[in-house]
């Protein structure tokens, strides 16, 4: 079985400064690691994903993800948030070593305001 | 070129109805993929395709949930006697090769009274 946990529903924070959204993960093989984001009433984007390598990631519109297999985790960051950046970010994760199927399990998801 | 389109951008239904969701996906793309949005729940796997190989069904809810996939393109997803907590945002997804970046459509806004 895989899971995935994002703590913060929401969270707030003012346009220039650092952003992280936190994701801790469970899954029984190799984790691949992803994130998505949605802004209203569109589907969702793809913003960065961890399969192996390098702990860092970088992606799409300035975000990195940290990949922390001690503590099971896959935090967001930006180092300045943007206004646009507002939106819904989905962590995701599914098992990479190829024993289960292929489909992602999602976290709630977690609301980012960016105060101008 | 054109990403995951789905079809109807909303639906809304009365209870006991049954409703059909397409997806076409992006051309050449081999697996599919149905999630289902709830509010406060995040997204639900329901049905995996991929290729000529057996779906994955492992995520359907209920036996009123079927999906096929024709000639490796289109998916129609189809929920029969559709109840209230079927309503939702039903998304689709493609990738390129099994396991690969899936992208995702707009989805399919569904609301049953």
Known sequence: AQSVAQPEDQVNVAEGNPLTVKCTYSVSGNPYLFWYVQYPNRGLQFLLKYITGDNLVKGSYGFEAEFNKSQTSFHLKKPSALVSDSALYFCAVRDGSGAGSYQLTFGKGTKLSVIP | ?113
Do not use: M
């Open chain 2, 1 to 113: 070129g054109a990403g995951v389109s789905q079809s109807p951008s909303n639906k809304v239904t009365e209870k006991g109805k049954d409703v059909e969701l397409r997806c076409d996906p992006i051309s050449g793309h081999t697996a599919l993929y149905w999630y289902r949005q709830s509010l406060g729940q995040g997204l639900e796997f329901l049905i995996y395709f991929q290729g000529n190989s057996a779906p994955d069904k492992s995520g359907l809810p209920s036996d009123r949930f079927s999906a096929e996939r024709t000639g490796g393109s289109v998916s129609t997803l189809t929920i029969q006697r559709t109840q209230q907590e079927d309503s939702a945002v039903y998304l689709c997804a493609s990738s390129l090769l099994q396991g690969g970046e899936q992208f995702f459509g707009p989805g399919t806004r569904l609301t049953v009274l």
